[in-house]
């Protein structure tokens, strides 16, 4: 983590300004994480000559953003209502959609070999500071 010393003047009126010093520390830490994701889908299906209802399970790897970005309230004479506010968030930079196979389907608790479940799943391809929106 890095800090710094800041001295920042804010001009009140003209000719005039609030100086104040402040110790800046830099904590930007965002990342791209690959997390584990418990999936549970039912599919219904034709399965030996009638209609049957699967849960097919798995685990499947996918990928989170995760850390932590520098955010600040500072005292203000400019901003309502007193308070500077500069909030940053951890997220995605850009979401890319990718395929997930489920391959353990059960009928009443029996395995079913021959069936799968397909599904699709957005997930960040990269992760950074920015902005927060409210």
């Not at 983590?1 to 009126?13: E, G, L, N, P, R």
């Not at 209502?81 to 059960?106: A, D, H, I, M, W």
């Not at 021959?114 to 409210?134: L, S, W």
Request: aromatic share 6%.
């Amino acid at each position: 983590m890095k800090s710094s010393c800041q001295t920042t003047c804010t001009v009140i009126m003209l000719g005039w300004c609030v100086l104040w010093t402040q110790n800046v520390i830099s904590a930007d830490r965002c990342e791209t994480l690959q997390t584990e994701l418990h999936v549970t889908k039912q599919k219904t299906v034709e399965y030996n000559g009638r209609t049957v209802r699967l849960i097919c399970t798995g685990v499947v790897l996918v990928n989170k953003c995760e850390g932590t970005c520098s955010s600040e309230v500072s005292p203000s004479v400019v901003h309502f209502p007193g308070f500077k506010k500069v909030c940053n968030c951890c997220r995605e930079t850009e979401l890319e959609r990718v395929s997930v196979l489920l391959q353990e389907c059960y009928n009443d608790n029996s395995r079913v070999e021959d069936q799968t479940y397909t599904f699709h799943v957005n997930q960040p391809r990269g992760c950074a500071c920015h902005e927060c929106t409210i």
